[in-house]
């Protein structure tokens, strides 16, 4: 059975950077599939982040302005995201997930992050 599990600060100053870590059981990161992160800010709807392929390769969404990274630790089955800059707009329940055919069909319990001074 696939699980994954965020994990990282629950709560951010603005300007700092976040960073979250989710970790895979029970299927490989580095074996098929792509890897997300995606948010849901109070009151909105789902936001994709960015995704990483089994092969390493990544892909952000635009709409954060180039302040997203996702890297991975293969050694551990993890995978990690950096979001610079933060703001208080960037409060979400933050959570990572597999893509397969263009769709997330594995996610996890989700990380809430709040961002305030």
């Known amino acids: 059975q696939v699980q994954l599990r965020e994990s990282g600060p629950g709560l951010m100053k603005p300007a700092q950077t976040l960073s979250l870590t989710c970790t895979v059981s029970?299927?490989?990161?580095?074996?098929?599939?792509?890897w997300s992160w995606i948010r849901q800010a109070p009151g909105k709807g789902l936001e994709w982040m960015g995704v990483i392929s089994y092969t390493g390769g990544t892909y952000y969404s635009p709409l954060f302005g180039g302040r997203t990274s996702i890297s991975r630790d293969t050694s551990k089955n993890q995978f990690t995201l950096q979001l610079s800059s933060v703001t208080p707009e960037d409060t979400a329940v933050y959570y990572c997930?597999?893509?397969?055919?263009?769709?997330?069909?594995?996610w996890g319990q989700g990380t809430q992050v709040t961002v305030s001074s």
């Open positions: 029970g299927a490989s990161i580095t074996t098929n599939y792509a």
């Open positions: 997930a597999r893509v397969r055919d263009w769709r997330a069909d594995y």
